[in-house]
């Protein structure tokens, strides 16, 4: 007997119908003996519904009335689905983030989960009971709703399923799994049967969108293994977990992530010394401009050229201020472009490979592809290129990588 | 400076735009320098929407569960009903029954208010904060969430404000006070300015429905004053209250309320013997089938006739026992009538005025309208008549006891 979180999402959940589709998966898990936690998140377009009628009052919403407001739209969800198994024999109960107690800090709409009590819910269980509990909200210590801000119902199935000592959390999308990559740009794209938290995290950020990243930091700190699973079809889908030693031969690379949406600004001509860096990016970070790649150049002549990557909705903001810091440094010039996209090989195989650097450098230079910058973690290796070349690229590196190929009786499945 | 509790209903936060009316209205008292506590229903039509989804999926909705979905109704409208408070620059902060912790029993869908704790909300107020109470909802003692039952809110308004010790409590709904009887069927209906908590209770619950009955006996245990007034339209409402000594001598009838809901049945020449009325009503109230007035007249040659009304719409449930029952005494006849109302004079004054059912039954006679039932309390006296008599009824009475006449300078208005 499995103690199992579930997760459905908003598109899981979306009407009367998928509900009742959801009970029948959640009974047929039930009768096989398996202990159900389950979380969901607020019918689609419900949370939009409530957000809109928020800002039809308030421009900016005040934070503790806005989550006094969409923390209804997973108490909709709980009550109905909890009908919906009642009206199949099976005893269920649903629970509010409050009524649980998930407490967390004092931070509306982006509160973080501090302590879950379990101990109602270990007695539903062992009374025979599927939990529902509503994802997404929780509340602080004075008793106000919080709500740990979008896609936090992720966080609510890992949190949860931490402070059960829950044997799975499996988290239900619209997909299958994770994948080598994307297959609307590469065909011949494989569902990964297991990845590890790391892996998925760098994948997560980098454009695969599939889980919210605090879940995954929050399932690899608890060491909660977490499965991607479709709603809609039977499958394995993805197991996420820490890597296991005798996994450590298991191929290089994991997937390929990538990401358009980013442009790239450069300073150059900026006096190589210290404290430029500050100079810059400090601007930028008090705008809430957020940065990802940055990369800076060892300097010639006294001068150096700087250059980062911002989301591409924020170029013309940061542009302005760089301009301004340019005139303050006696920069040379700014240039911008938002042509650009980002591709990255990721893989806790590669530390212990050499030359895979190497090998991705030589796949996009045979591909004729220019590389504009390069940065490189320790399960990871990304490069910004010129966006036109971004399918020419995923699917250069998942062929070089071998990653096309069905690899049968390993690890990656 | 007064603590008052002020309750809108569904219709006057309908939508954004009355909710910010509501807003208007709030801010205009607290800058007189009121302390406010407003209780909020549901925007209307919300509860019947929750309750069409629960009804998508189970007919008859697990209670519990039941109560988690509709209470997320009034849980959105005090959200936005704080936010267009804060907009206006004034505190606001709002509270979910379980927040404020009302507490109620366990029986989901028609709870009873056992303890209500107002600490939190008196140092709100003290704060200078207007406080917004959801309405129609509590928490039992084991945190789960319960419902009054629809209409719940106004005994939500009456309970806040005995617990809190309010000067009144404002009822706002869309009519601007009680009326000596329906203006639609009398053109001279005045509106009166006061009015005793018994007084309200039978003219509520013989069909002017203005308050519900839960609330107004609360109020009245209690001895909260309540107010009826118009969310549309300023104006002073009614207030009702205990009968104060001084007012003894106020006229006699408070007003004259009807019902044409409902129907007849007698069921003629069962034995006259101890224990007939109950072999009668045992069975129909087994049958939930509610009763309303009955009448047994003193039986001549051993038998005797046995008549009661009961909801038009369960008349033909309640006949089909009566023809079983019938059977089984050796009953000669069981007669239904559909076509009938009930006209009732209310008003403290009767007790000490004799003669107010003799001039009842002659302006009756006057008007030729043959009365087929009686029933008299302290306060009422009730005839059931032909339906198509009812406007006649109403309007023949409302003269004779001059309840036309403005009178000015006396409690009645």
Same mark, same amino acid.
Do not use: W
């Given at each position: ?7 459905? *999402?908003?598109?899981? +959940? ?23 936690? +389950? ?5 689609? *377009? ?6 809109? %009628? ?11 009335? @806005? ?46 989960? =501090? ?14 009971? /599927? +939990? ?14 919080? $709500? ?22 499996? /988290? ?16 011949? !794209? ?5 990845? $590890? ?17 605090? !879940? ?15 709603? @809609? ?13 005798? =996994? ?18 450069? /300073? ?6 210290? &404290?430029?860096?500050? =100079? ?15 990369? =800076?150049?060892? *300097? ?29 440094? *006696? ?13 990255? %090989? ?34 990871? /290796? ?26 049968? &009786?390993?690890?990656?499945?």
């Amino acid at each position: 007997m499995a103690l199992i979180v579930q997760k459905f *999402g908003g598109t899981s +959940v979306a009407n009367v119908g998928r509900i009742e589709a959801v009970a029948d998966r959640l009974l047929a898990c039930h009768e096989r003996g398996d202990q159900l936690v +389950v979380v969901v998140s607020a019918m689609s *377009g419900e949370t939009n519904r409530l957000i809109e %009628l928020a800002h039809s009052i308030q421009s900016t919403p005040d934070p503790r009335e @806005f989550d006094v407001l969409v923390s209804t739209g997973e108490q909709v969800t709980i009550a109905l689905l909890c009908m919906a198994l009642i009206k199949r024999g099976c005893a269920a109960r649903s629970y509010t983030g409050a009524q649980v107690r998930i407490l967390t800090d004092n931070a509306y709409n982006k509160a973080r989960i =501090q302590e879950i009590d379990g101990g109602a819910l270990l007695s539903d269980l062992d009374a025979g009971r /599927i +939990v529902v509990v509503a994802g997404f909200q929780g509340m602080d210590v004075d008793g106000n709703i919080t $709500t740990l801000g979008r896609g936090g119902s992720d966080t609510t199935a890992v949190a949860l399923a931490a402070a059960l000592g829950a044997d799975e959390c499996q /988290i239900f999308t619209d997909v299958d799994g994770v994948y080598t990559t994307d297959p609307r740009v590469v065909n011949g !794209a494989r569902r990964l049967d297991r990845i $590890t938290f790391e892996e998925m995290l760098e994948m997560a950020s980098l454009g695969s969108k599939v889980l919210q990243i605090r !879940a995954v930091e929050f399932a690899g700190k608890y060491n909660v293994p977490l499965r991607v699973l479709s709603s @809609f079809e039977d499958g394995p889908g993805t197991l996420i977990t820490r890597e296991e030693p005798d =996994q450590m031969e298991a191929p290089t690379i994991a997937g390929i992530a990538f990401n358009r949406d980013e442009a790239k600004l450069t /300073i150059v001509g900026v006096p190589d010394t210290p &404290g430029v860096a500050y =100079q810059i990016l400090g601007p930028i970070g008090e705008a809430n401009v957020e940065v990802d790649v940055i990369v =800076q150049n060892v *300097g010639a002549d006294g001068t150096t050229d700087f250059t980062f990557t911002v989301h591409r909705n924020e170029m013309a903001k940061a542009e302005a201020i760089l301009q301004r810091i340019a005139a303050e440094l *006696g920069a040379r010039q700014v240039i911008s472009d938002d042509r650009i996209c980002k591709v990255s %090989l990721v893989g806790v195989g590669m530390r212990s490979h050499a030359g895979v650097a190497a090998k991705m450098f030589k796949a996009l230079a045979e591909s004729n592809i220019n590389i504009q910058m390069i940065t490189t973690s320790e399960i990871k /290796i990304s490069v910004v290129i010129a966006e036109k070349f971004i399918e020419l690229a995923v699917r250069s590196l998942h062929s070089a990588f071998d990653l096309d190929e069905p690899v049968s &009786g390993d690890a990656r499945g």
